[in-house]
């Protein structure tokens, strides 16, 4: 079963940094574009980022300058770089295709910005 396991998620100061990172079980998703996603208590699932087959990325504007996706197809892996977090930025994230799959939102990571 194609998988996606989130990680790099925890609790850090505001201003502090996290590198999140997502591994797909499968080589197929280096043809995928793909996304992150979080989710807030009491919210919806927004997009944060997301990168293309080839490389070229787009921002939610809240997180423009501060995150940055990125992809290493060799291991089947997408990160996101997370610096300068904010306690808004608290929210479970969660990796997937762009559009998602609903068959691929796995369980996603922790991040708590906090003092």
């Known amino acids: 079963q194609v998988q996606l396991v989130e990680s790099g998620g925890g609790l850090v100061q505001p201003g502090g940094s996290l590198r999140l990172s997502c591994a797909a079980s499968?080589?197929?998703?280096?043809?995928?574009?793909m996304g992150w996603y979080r989710q807030a208590p009491g919210k919806q699932r927004e997009l944060v980022a997301s990168?293309?087959?080839?490389?070229?990325?787009n921002y939610a504007e809240s997180v423009k300058g501060r995150f940055t996706i990125s992809r290493d197809n060799a291991k089947n892996t997408v990160y996101l770089q997370m610096n300068n977090l904010k306690p808004e930025d608290t929210a479970v994230y969660y990796c997937?295709?762009?559009?998602?799959?609903?068959?691929?939102w796995g369980q996603g990571t922790q991040v708590t910005v906090s003092s």
């Open positions: 997937n295709r762009r559009p998602p799959s609903p068959q691929y």
């Open positions: 499968a080589t197929i998703f280096r043809l995928y574009a």
């Open positions: 990168i293309a087959s080839g490389g070229s990325t």
